[in-house]
């Protein structure tokens, strides 16, 4: 039986895509990367924007004919969207024979079984947010099968989920409701599959979480275990080289947590702590619980405690009510505040959110396109100062595979590789393929404002010992949704 899985939004998409293929194939799948070829269509999607809901149903539409023409195929939605719209899908897609919440991802097989046993469309979603918070918890089951190393793209790079779910409930923000409530999960079984990962050959860990930095779990003997506790506890498995973690919330960016990332030599020195609005009306609107001088002071604090941390944040332009005067606050924070990069986004409206029932969506498109082009501009500029002052350093990379150019332009043997500081730069340089999951110091002569250029200092190689003396130089991270081996649309 051939699978094929396109995943459209976040890290934690990436990780449930990667974990239901690991788990189909124990079962005898086989992936392709065909969609007209598998017998299993699945599509991983994403509610946070309209337009990540747009690509699902016009893949799904041009599946229509197929499914007519083959008919015991069977596609399958799953993830946010399948939570938030099973009526819509069902209405839009009626040759869609799978829906499958976020919370229901352990039932997959079953369901797709179930589909193959009696030719009916199957439906698995975990409650709304209007049952008791128990129940509701209860139906989001935190999807943690056996880790399959042949399912990332490489074996030395994972991300590992400790909580799921979000009790924010930003006015704009959909992840609440499809997402379910925020559940950390057990610290010993977040540390088990550490060490599995590590026995496996695993450098770097990625913990996710929507809001990582509220990761907390109640032992129930009056212990608490904080991000901090699971960092150190983490920090302490051989073969981890490398510890990140994303995404944070400005209000829980506590002291104890800056120490741990100052005094852990594998958890990197970058943050990335999305700020949505240096205006305090809007943040007031998205209902953020901060204020633009909070989070002022948030960052110096971050750079105080961590010297040479990076920070990355994310902006939404056009939210309801966003005046030129409240966007210039923005772009007045952007310009100050030093990211490495932010990434950047016009408010879509999400049927759901407080937000789409309280405020109208009363800034217009274009004037929305050309905040998002202004405020990347200045970006752009901060970026590029931010990389230009690492010319002439010398840093610590871990060595991620082919650059882009070189996958477009497809030569063996010696060409060019790509791989990440500590401090989430990304860094291009000259060579052999050997080179790929192995951490090497890299020459920094040339910057753009997303990617270093360098050469490798010949003859040196380094492990986590050698760590501290790169930390001491650079910043950086990119937040955005790393590519996971599959196809990520
Ligand atoms: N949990 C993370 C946090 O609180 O920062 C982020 C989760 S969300 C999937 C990623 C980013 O999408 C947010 O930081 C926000 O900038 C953006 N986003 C969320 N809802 C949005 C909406 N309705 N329109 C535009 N951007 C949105
Ligand atoms: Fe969405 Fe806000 Fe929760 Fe982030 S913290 S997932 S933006 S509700």
């Given at each position: ?54 690509k ?12 007519r ?24 897609a ?68 400790i ?53 907390k ?63 305090d ?24 405690t ?143 404002p ?8 010949t ?31």
């Open positions: 039986m051939k699978l094929y899985i396109e995943t459209v939004g976040c890290q934690m998409n990436v990780l449930d895509s990667e974990l239901v293929v690991g788990s189909l194939r124990r079962q005898g799948y086989e992936l392709t990367y065909e969609a007209e070829a598998a017998d299993v269509i699945l599509f991983n999607t994403c509610s946070v924007r309209q337009h990540a809901e747009d699902i149903y016009s893949a799904l539409g041009r599946l229509r004919q197929h499914k023409q083959n008919p015991s195929k069977i596609i399958g939605v799953l993830g946010c969207m399948a939570q938030k719209d099973q009526e819509l899908i069902r209405r839009r009626p040759h869609v024979d799978i829906v499958c919440g976020t919370g229901q991802l352990a039932r997959l097989a079953e369901l797709i079984g179930q589909v193959r046993d009696t030719g009916r469309p199957q439906v698995a979603l975990s409650l709304d947010r209007t049952e008791s918070r128990h129940e509701v918890e209860r139906s989001f089951e935190s999807y943690d099968p056996l880790r399959d190393p042949s399912m990332r793209p490489d074996p030395f790079q994972a991300y590992v989920r909580m799921i779910g979000c009790d924010k409930f930003c006015t704009y923000c959909i992840v609440p409701s499809v997402r379910g409530p925020e559940q950390s999960r057990h610290p010993e079984q977040i540390a088990a599959e550490v060490r599995q990962l590590a026995a496996e050959g695993c450098k770097e860990i990625m913990l996710l979480g929507q809001t990582v930095n509220s990761y779990y109640d032992l129930g003997d009056g212990r608490r275990v904080r991000l901090s506790d699971l960092l150190e506890k983490i920090h302490a498995t051989p073969g981890i080289e490398r510890i990140k973690f994303v995404t944070n919330f400005p209000k829980d960016m506590t002291d104890d947590l800056l120490q741990a990332v100052r005094d852990l030599p594998k958890v990197c020195r970058y943050l990335h702590v999305p700020v949505q609005s240096g205006c009306d809007v943040l007031t609107r998205m209902k953020r619980l901060y204020t633009v001088a909070f989070y002022r002071d948030m960052l110096d604090r971050c750079r105080e961590v010297p040479g941390v990076a920070i990355s944040s994310d902006f939404i332009v056009g939210f309801s009510g966003e005046t030129e005067a409240s966007f210039a606050k923005s772009c007045d924070l952007v310009r100050e505040a030093g990211f490495k990069n932010s990434f950047i986004f016009k408010y879509s409206p999400r049927p759901g959110t407080r937000g789409y029932e309280l405020y109208a969506d009363d800034v217009p498109e274009e004037v929305k396109k050309r905040r998002n082009n202004d405020l990347l501009a200045i970006q752009t500029k901060v970026s590029l100062a931010d990389h230009r002052r690492l010319i002439g350093e010398r840093v610590e990379v871990l060595v991620e595979g082919p650059s882009k150019n070189a996958l477009k332009h497809g030569s063996s043997g010696p060409g060019q590789l790509t791989g990440r500081t500590r401090t989430d730069h990304i860094v291009v340089f000259d060579g052999n393929s050997r080179l790929v999951g192995q951490t090497v110091m890299i020459d920094i002569h040339e910057a753009s997303f990617t270093l250029y360098g050469s490798v200092v003859g040196e190689q380094v492990g986590v010992d050698h760590c501290e003396m790169a930390e001491e130089r650079e910043p950086e991270l990119s937040a955005g949704p790393r590519r996971i081996g599959l196809p990520l649309v």
